[in-house]
């Protein structure tokens, strides 16, 4: 009988640590967008949907959104999310963005020059643009070749930065094809690779390829945001769809960058992984929360900040421009508890 190689993470690895009191409901809010809202700018009416990125714009108590298809235009919102004292989402103006046919999945500010970065995920193609003050546009060199084997639909997800800058991470929404056949008695645990490379897009080649073992085996699941804690401490966001229940599940969890499993000598190439995340859960969204005070249920999320002071944490979901059912966007405003 030969040997099975099972190159799984241990639940010892993986251990879920559930924070019961991650937020505080009462000081938390909630917001919906119909679908059917536009934003007019200039002489194009902007639908407003698709929703898959969000990040803390230079002014304070605005945000950056960013779409996943152009409608009819590739750009950024700047919405303003009014909280605590009162509850209004504003849209304030829109940015188009010089590049065609732009979907856009996550967006992001370099902590230290002021350049927004946009994961761009096509069916067939995956990268990273630089969009720099003086609106000249870089795409990062060093994600050339993770096309070759990308799933459809299932390139770069989520991106964020270490916090002194040096460093930009970008997930893969869900685990690429095998360059190689799979030797006959292994068994491969769907991992995702989250890759770190220098910011500098001169120097943007692939530092490590970390790997993230998805929480939720099933062929719906994927990462859907990644989101910088502190230097070491990164959130991953899973979203998962159960069609049959037609609902979501979203579960956020934890992945220390400086406490990794080691891959030694394995059987088959984990696409180029050499250091294993090892999950902790932090929270679940599986059913219905108390939001403020409204009770709300799982949407497609998909994009996530934190707010300009840190003490809110904000979800949003992608609600594909309201599908057959008219969904909305939906804006979850968490109040991170002390």
């Known amino acids: 009988m030969k040997p099975t190689y099972i190159l ?46 969000i990040e803390p714009a230079p002014e304070n108590g605005e945000f950056y959104l ?18 605590d004292t009162g509850n209004e989402v504003s849209f304030k103006r829109f940015q188009e963005i010089p590049v065609m046919n732009l979907e856009g999945e996550s967006i992001r500010i370099h902590p230290l020059n002021n350049s927004i970065y946009i994961s761009n995920e096509g069916d067939r193609s995956t990268n990273v643009y630089q969009f720099m ?19 459809f639909n299932s390139g770069i997800e989520g991106i964020c930065f270490s916090p ?3 460093f930009l991470y970008a997930a893969i929404e ?8 799979i030797p006959e008695g292994t068994v491969v645990s769907p991992v995702c690779p989250v890759f770190q490379f220098f910011a500098d897009n001169n120097k943007a080649n ?24 502190n230097d070491s401490i990164i ?29 030694g000598d394995i059987p ?18 599986a059913k219905q929360i108390k939001i403020g005070n409204t009770t709300a249920k799982p949407g497609n999320i998909e994009a996530a900040c934190f707010s300009h002071d840190g003490r809110f944490l904000i979800l949003v979901t992608d609600n594909n421009f309201g599908n057959h059912d008219h969904t909305p966007t939906q804006i979850y405003v968490l109040r991170i508890a002390e």
């Open 8 to 53: 799984a993470v241990l639940s010892v690895l993986c251990a879920q640590v559930m924070a019961q009191s991650f937020y505080a409901p009462e000081k938390s809010y909630y917001f919906e967008i119909p679908d059917n809202a536009v934003y007019i700018n200039n002489r194009d009416s902007i639908r407003i949907g698709g929703i898959s990125g």
């Open 66 to 83: 960013i779409m996943d298809k152009p409608s009819p235009k590739s750009g950024i919102f700047t919405v303003f999310i009014k909280f």
């Open 133 to 151: 003050p003086n609106n000249s546009v870089k795409k990062i060199k060093g994600l050339r070749s993770l096309t070759k084997e990308m799933k």
């Open 164 to 166: 002194d800058g040096e």
């Open 174 to 181: 869900r685990p690429p094809e095998f360059k190689n056949k």
């Open 206 to 229: 692939i530092i490590t390829t970390f790997g993230y073992p998805l929480q939720r085996k099933s062929s719906g699941n994927g990462i859907s945001e990644i989101l910088t804690v």
């Open 235 to 263: 959130w991953i966001i899973e979203r998962d769809y159960l069609k049959k229940e037609d609902r979501n599940i979203v579960g956020i969890y934890a992945v220390n960058i400086n406490k990794t499993l080691h891959l």
């Open 268 to 285: 088959v190439n984990l696409h180029n992984i050499t250091e294993l995340f090892r999950p902790q859960q932090v929270f679940e969204f």
